[in-house]
């Protein structure tokens, strides 16, 4: 504006007016940078964004002001700061007088001279940096995460004190005691219902016992060739001369182009799955590679979804081939449980499949070879081109199992509040 109603494109022209405002606008680009930075290091720092909107607010009344000063007329301030002796005081905006105090009685013309700005136009700039700087002093800093204290948490909670945690065991109440401790430590509040730390959850426990099951002609014994659980409330599984079909790993995603399925009729029957996604183990130019994210493994990779997808299909059975590589851990995890598994309690049982399990890498080598069909060749082969392909020899397999509801399991529940919080 200032340049536009003094016809000046270039310089100053020797208008006054002109200079304050350039003045003005080079200290807002000088000191901008410096303040967003320092705004950086508040929220970096652990600051609120209350703290934020003050920098922020601060700052933008500060150029407000400093450029509405430089345009109004300022008593007289000495070199510190003290008024000094009346009378007007300009200095000098040409050539080499650039410098120079004079009098009323400057040679310097009227347009060439401004007032000089006392220090109180500083100020605010200064109480803008000094508030920034101690704002990240005065924001709670949250604690640091320490990889000691994580490990001495997990010790403690694997210790035999605690007795496995298993739910609806004297174990479990120590573990929730003990995590409501720690969120109170915390400064956490409860969020649960009615105020409380915890929130009732009805499950159910099931355990598949000991003994030997069968296979076509090959028997299979419970925690050593196959491992099997249920979820279902049933007081014995039994399964006879239930076809066996191999379908790949499992998966039905449309939305990635892929069906291990085929259309196959898995009702009555039970599937025979490969463990993670079908591009763990494709090479270049396979029809699997790069699908599923190469080895991330993406939810359809877990036994969870290939037990639920079992389920969708008609199955009564579904065996995971375990492969150390592909599931991430041996089989000493795989049978860590001893038969035992929860589910929450369902409106309809019977979405859940009736048996589930693992089979061992060398029971499942066997089985293939029983059939007919080289387990490292259907490895090797292009996930999608899988045949749903049976594996001959009826299965037999009888397993008592005992079932019964727990106590309402509670779940933990709370909120991320300071104890300084309004209550």
Known sequence: MGRFR???????????RLVAGMRAQANFVEYAPFVLILMGLIELGGGSAFWLWIAGGAFILARIGHGWGMMRPAPNIGRAG??????????????????????????????DRRKDRPLMTRLPLIGL?????????????????????LSADVKTLASDAFEGRAPGTPGETKTVDWLVAQFKAMGLQPGGPNGQWTQSVPLIRT???????RAG???LVQGQGVYVSTVRPVDRVAIKDAPMVFVGYGVHAPERGWDDFKGVDLKGKIAVFLVNDPDFEAMAGDDAKGRFGDRRMTYYGRWTYKYEEAARQGAIGALIVHDTAGAGYGWATVTAPAGENYD???SDPTSRI??????????????????????AQQRARPA??????GIEGAGLLRRPARHHRPRRKPQRAGQAARQDAPR
């Not at 905006?93 to 310097?108: E, I, K, Q």
């Not at 508030?131 to 640091?144: E, F, I, R, S, V």
């Not at 999608?384 to 392909?389: D, E, L, V």
């Open 217 to 219: 002609a090959m028997p």
């Open 384 to 389: 999608c081109r899988f045949p749903a392909g």
């Open 344 to 346: 929450i309690v369902r």
């Open 6 to 16: 003094g016809k000046v494109m270039i310089g100053d022209g020797g208008d006054s």
């Open 82 to 111: 003290v008024p000094s002796a009346p009378g007007p005081s300009w200095r000098c905006w040409r050539g080499g007088n650039r410098d120079r105090l004079c009098d009323a009685g400057c040679s310097c013309p009227d347009n």
């Open 354 to 375: 009736l048996l589930q399990g693992w089979l061992s890498g060398e029971s499942a080598n066997r089985l293939f070879a029983a059939a007919g069909l080289d387990l």
């Open 207 to 213: 355990q598949i016992g000991q003994g030997t099951m």
């Open 129 to 149: 940096a000094a508030l920034m700087l101690t704002a990240p002093l005065t924001a709670a800093a949250p604690d640091p995460i320490s990889p000691q204290r």
